[in-house]
DNA sequence: TTGAAAGCGCTAACAC
DNA sequence: GTGTTAGCGCTTTCAA
């Protein structure tokens, strides 16, 4: 890709009469230098149009400029949404993004976080895993600088930023008994390693239960192995199948919630006066299906800003910090999908 | 990111007892070596664990090894859709894929396409214009190589790839007529400067209604600023509180009709039985939804792979090849929201 | 087939 | 403050 002779930084040193490093200097803004020659090189620059080449000014200084957005799919609204406030606040600090996704791909991730054949095309990674255990996080390269999405907790070498998971849950379970439900089931448990953000969620369902002294219908929790749509519609269908059907389900995403709807409409059911259904994430899809779902809605945000930050941070430090906790804020948004028509409201 | 000290070709060299000319030879494959030397080299590669520096070989070969993808809207399903066939087909041609997101932003735009601050930060640009007008697309730096996808015409400096969207929505408009609907509306007409995708598809609209000999019901084709669940809610809203509303809505995108059928449904009309709803993307949203949306389906991986290869080429030529029309083909699939339940199908 | 060496364009010690 | 200069790690021309 050479396009004709690019300008260089020698070039307007010459230009200026000066040297190349306090030509750098202005550029970056570094160091002192006289108004005056700023000026000059300030000008032969503007002259010549002058603009420096990132490559090199990367390979000099050893970094490359870029950080790594690793999600499991891009194509999950949750994460997409996400992503959008990831890109926005890391280009405030100069950073470019890189998007990777992984398709929950074990392998993959592991050896992304290994940083192995990418080495020095980013300078951290902002990871949402899903099928990475937590030993696999354990002994990745210490000297690549994380921030962990999601339900991971962190072990001290890296930030993780997630909203509280149980308290949410917990929240969103007894939305529904204030409802007068009793049979409430709940969708997308996942009692397996890699299924810590799932096991969370559950956590909290049984823990609404136990603070109003209700037992938990174990027969109506129910895993699937992803959070979308497929998923809730045919664990929705086998729940109804059953003798004794819930009349309230707990969705752990709102795909989920969407899907389940789906199966519930088309066997001419009503939602929520035969089933109310909660979901998870505050999708946009969720604002606008029939009925709208009502949602635990993480500040997203809030967790992209904040993600960038923590990663800059650790970029920036020659003694890695100590890895954080960062609760991110959420809220319960009620909607039709367990409040009924025209009691939408906020709370 | 200094961490440590990093193996380099050099290391390889003087270990191998050979020149680091040779080590590189071995490593990308090139020219004839030996199969000794090779062997020996390879054996000390493994030993010292060396890996490529990425900068450093894209600095000394002068390009980034990256392509940008430039979308308007991460959060659109469409587009997230399509972004992953490009990861995926570009990962496997040894690129990496940067993502930017315009937000329709016309400057934004313009600036991507300039090439300026972000020289070699990416060797080529897949693009996916919205605000930009055909003028700025023009005058743009020439000398990156460039894709196109969407609604644009190539003026032979660019591929543009996308389906046909006038015989697209042609069909559309058929299927709906095929129902025996007489009084259909269009929402999503954008008729201004940056609007040409809109305006192909009122065009197929148009060709539809002509070649039945029908007029076209001008006051049901409705504009909207964007192609999303918002703008076809409202756009509902306006067309129900005609005096004569539509019984067949063909919407330019599933957003669009999802959220038209979502002001329907509230407003307790059945669809398709009171009012037929057709869409346009063929997004994982619309298979779900109640009722599943019958859409235009676009060949997403198709339009992915041509886009990759097609830039991957006119970054590998020294001269630039000639701009070509790619078009990807395209089906109806009829769901219930035209067909109604139970009559699935897919044409 | 392989080696020596000159860049790629920028940064940053080190010296003045 | 500013200049000199030695890299950053790899590719690639030119010779051998």
């Known amino acids: 890709m050479r396009r004709g002779r690019e300008v260089t ?53 050893g970094r490359s400029g870029q950080i790594a957005v690793v999600v499991p799919y891009l194509d999950t609204p949750y994460f997409s949404e996400l992503l959008q406030g990831i890109i926005r606040a890391a280009r405030v600090q100069g950073y470019n993004v890189l998007i990777d996704q992984t398709d929950g791909d074990r392998e993959h991730e592991r050896m992304l976080i290994n940083h192995g054949s990418s080495r020095l095309l980013f300078d951290g990674v902002i990871f949402s895993p899903l099928g990475l255990s937590q030993e696999a996080l354990a002994d990745r390269d210490p ?39 009793t049979r409430l089931a709940a969708i997308g448990d996942q009692p397996y390693e890699t299924g810590e953000a799932a096991q969370l969620r559950t956590r909290g369902f049984r823990e ?21 749509r497929v998923d809730g519609a045919g664990a929705m269908a086998h729940l109804l199948d059953r003798d004794d059907p819930p009349d309230a389900v707990f969705c752990y995403s709102d795909l989920v919630a969407l899907g389940a709807i789906h199966t519930l409409v088309g066997r001419g059911l009503r939602v929520p ?66 409040a009924g028509r025209a009691s939408s409201m906020i709370t």
Not at 149 to 173: C, P
């Open 273 to 338: 006066e035969d089933v109310a259904v909660i979901g998870y994430d505050d999708i946009e899809d969720g604002r606008y299906s029939n009925p709208p779902v009502t949602t635990i809605s993480p500040d997203k945000e809030m967790i992209a800003t904040t993600a960038v930050e923590r990663l800059l941070l650790r970029i920036g430090s020659p003694t890695p910090p100590p890895g954080l906790e960062l609760r991110a804020p959420h809220r319960l948004i009620v909607r039709e999908s367990t």
């Open 9 to 61: 930084l020698r070039d307007v040193a010459e230009l200026a009469g000066v040297s190349s490093r306090t030509v750098s200097n202005v550029v970056n803004g570094y160091a002192n230098v006289t108004e005056r020659t700023r000026l000059r090189v300030q000008q032969a620059v503007d002259q010549l149009g002058y603009r420096p080449n990132v490559l090199a000014r990367n390979l000099a200084r």
């Open 143 to 181: 000297a690549l600088p994380l921030v962990i999405l999601g339900e991971r907790v962190s072990d001290g070498t890296f930030d993780h930023v997630g909203i509280d998971d149980i308290a949410a849950s917990r929240q969103a379970t007894e939305h529904l008994l204030d409802l007068g439900r």
């Open 208 to 228: 609404a239960h136990e603070r109003r002294g209700l037992p938990v219908r174990e027969d109506l929790v129910i895993g699937t192995p992803r959070f979308n």
